[in-house]
């Protein structure tokens, strides 16, 4: 063996020895999202609304703080709130955040889902770039601000387009409603929006 094998070879050595950076655990935690809402979009017409919403139910149980994005949007009277009201929101809010995405992902067409791995750290949180490219169709950013809770990064708000904030455009577009008729007309509104988006037959499993 001539001595630039050799050195080739022992080159190679170290490099597979050297171990690769770890991912960051929020990237992490958004790719394991990605990959499960890809495989869900795959085999979607297969499984038919019932079936989506139902394998999305742990992905976004894994990957959301429901009740962290709830409380941000009901706002400062959460606090004075029975903790019947609070459960009823909480379940309405994850079962909508559910609908959404088993009505509005149904079926795969080329989707392409990326992840930038250079997480930006914002005071105890944590945001995560990410781009949606449609087939045909032009990019578009979606960057997740996640918090830690119980040893877990998850998201607590998404800004579409890189800037518009989801939890202060549902803390806008329900002010009213909680304004008029409290936590019960705020939870049959949310309900009313996830009925329209899956035809009103599929229920949480819980």
């Not at 429901?66 to 609070?86: C, E, L, R, S, T």
């Not at 045909?136 to 119980?150: F, N, Q, V």
């Not at 577009?173 to 009103?200: E, I, R």
Request: with cysteine.
């Amino acid at each position: 063996m001539t001595w630039w094998r050799q050195a080739a070879l022992v080159f190679a050595l170290i490099v597979s020895c050297v171990p690769a950076r770890a991912a960051d655990p929020a990237a992490d935690r958004i790719q394991t999202f990605y990959n499960s809402l890809l495989d869900t979009m795959k085999r979607g017409p297969q499984l038919g609304m019932q079936g989506r919403f139902q394998a999305l139910e742990p992905a976004v149980d894994a990957t959301f703080d429901i009740p962290a994005m709830i409380q941000f949007i009901v706002g400062p009277g959460w606090n004075a709130m029975k903790d019947g009201d609070k459960t009823s929101l909480i379940t309405a809010f994850r079962r909508m955040t559910v609908a959404n995405y088993a009505a509005n992902f149904t079926n795969y067409g080329g989707e392409q889902f990326t992840v930038d791995p250079n997480v930006q750290q914002r005071g105890p949180d944590k945001l995560v770039q990410t781009t949606l490219v449609p087939k045909g169709d032009k990019p578009i950013p979606l960057i997740y601000r996640m918090r830690e809770a119980s040893g877990a990064w998850k998201i607590i708000d998404v800004f579409l387009n890189g800037y518009v904030s989801e939890l202060s455009t549902r803390r806008s577009d329900f002010a009213s409603t909680l304004a008029s008729g409290g936590a019960p007309a705020l939870v049959a509104k949310m309900n009313q929006l996830s009925d329209g988006l899956l035809g009103g037959s599929t229920k949480s499993s819980k």
